[in-house]
């Protein structure tokens, strides 16, 4: 039989059976992707909320605004996307490795001035901001009128790696610099009549603690006493300033600050309230009289965001239960306060959440009451998450004490004091970024106005 005349096989092509997979698992993703119940609010590993679906008015709707806003919540919001971020993130570790890498644009320089010995005094923040909207500003109310309202957020900057340690970088802002003196020293001029301590303890971050100084110019990092430094030099004299700095650099070769988060440990705490009682004259409690409370395992708020997270050595949290019969309320969006515990057990929780032991998370208002010391003095603290383990400590010296949280609290921190007569010291303890931060400068202003 001749070869023009030998029957063909049909030929099989492989290609649609291997389609077949990908089409059904892009079918499952596409139907499980609008079921809304599936998808996430907030984002543990970014530490923030995630889009919301906007609502629809005539305007945003003919601005096209609408429809961007719905296309931001689709992708923020995709169900799994923890998961898939950690993907991510894993296979671009996989791409080299360096012992020091950078994710984010770095500061830009800025020096500092150095400071006259004699300073001009300052104009009062409250009349250059009259008519200003501020973050979370509202006129004063009565005492429990806090709303939790939207946190702003403040950009917490490049994440530097270096080894198995990542930091945020730390720039400084003149002008932000000297809106925070302006905003202390008029409030320190409501409160001297009162005979309240104002006191100003800002807290560094670890680049400036951890880093040699040297270094810190290659970075684009400011030296960070020398931020302190020019605040406090720019503040009224009636101010009590707290070293901060020079509390926690004596330890840098402790564990004092997170490798893989931006905030401080307990340890570091103790160090600052160790300098703020020995600057007030108060006698601060030994720290083998704390219980230790060891809460295990923790991958901060930074460690998604190294570029080599793998690399990073994991952290360990570690919290101090103070001595006495110590109670705390929490005050969310009404008057109405209910118990918590000051330090809570998050030994079974997820490794990202640990920091939340610490007076069970942000409030805009805690109060911490030490009734084994009736006859104590009182103060507020004016703070952010870094003070919630800062807080704690405080009670071996204080009967009660006021921890609002300015980017959530609402209500004049002024009004309150002029109608409880029963303060004795302010402590403002926000930390350095922060106050280099135009959000962070508007809630101070608003919650010491």
Known sequence: MSENNKTKEPSHSPGIGYAIPFFL??????????????RPTQSNTEKRNLAQFPEFSVEALLSGDYFDDITLWFSDTFPGREGWLT??????????????????????????????????????????????ETTGATEPQQWGGVDAG????????????????????QGFSEPYSRKYAETLTAFAEKMTPLGVNVISAPIPTAVG????????????CAPQDDIIDFMHDNMSDDIIKIDTFGALIDHNDEYIYFRT??????????????????????????????????????????????????????????AYIPQGDIQMLIYKD??????????????QRELNTKYLTF?????????????????????????????????????????KIYAIDYRKFKASTVSYIAEHYDIDDVIIAPYLTATQAIDGNNMFAAKLR
């Not at 603690?209 to 290659?218: D, F, G």
């Not at 805009?364 to 919630?388: M, Q």
Request: charged share 20%.
């Open 25 to 38: 698992a892009l079918t499952i993703l596409t139907v499980v992707s609008f079921c809304i119940p599936l």
């Open 87 to 132: 993907l991510s993130s894993n296979i671009s570790a996989l791409h080299g490795y360096s012992e020091i890498a950078i994710e984010g644009d770095l500061p830009v320089m800025e020096t500092i001035p150095e400071i006259p010995k004699e300073v001009e005094p300052l104009p009062s923040v409250v009349e250059e901001t009259a008519g200003e």
């Open 150 to 169: 939207n946190e702003a957020e403040i950009n917490l900057g490049a994440v530097i790696q270096i080894g198995d340690t990542a930091f945020n970088a």
């Open 209 to 220: 603690i951890m880093v040699e100084e040297e270094y810190l110019a290659q970075l684009n």
């Open 261 to 318: 988060d931006h905030h401080w440990t307990a340890l570091g705490a103790y160090y600052v309230y160790e300098e703020l009682c020995k600057t007030m004259g108060y006698e601060a409690a030994p720290l083998e009289s704390f219980e230790e409370f060891d809460q295990g395992t923790f991958e901060g708020s930074i460690y998604f965001k190294a570029k080599y997270h793998r690399k990073l050595k994991k952290d360990n949290v570690m």
């Open 334 to 347: 009404s008057a109405i306060g209910y118990e918590m515990p000051l330090i809570a057990d998050t030994t």
């Open 359 to 399: 007076m069970s998370s942000d409030n805009p208002l805690s109060v911490v009451t030490n009734h084994s010391l009736p006859d104590a003095p009182n103060c507020i603290v004016i703070k952010d998450s870094f003070g919630n383990c800062f807080v704690p400590f405080l009670t071996q010296n204080y009967h």
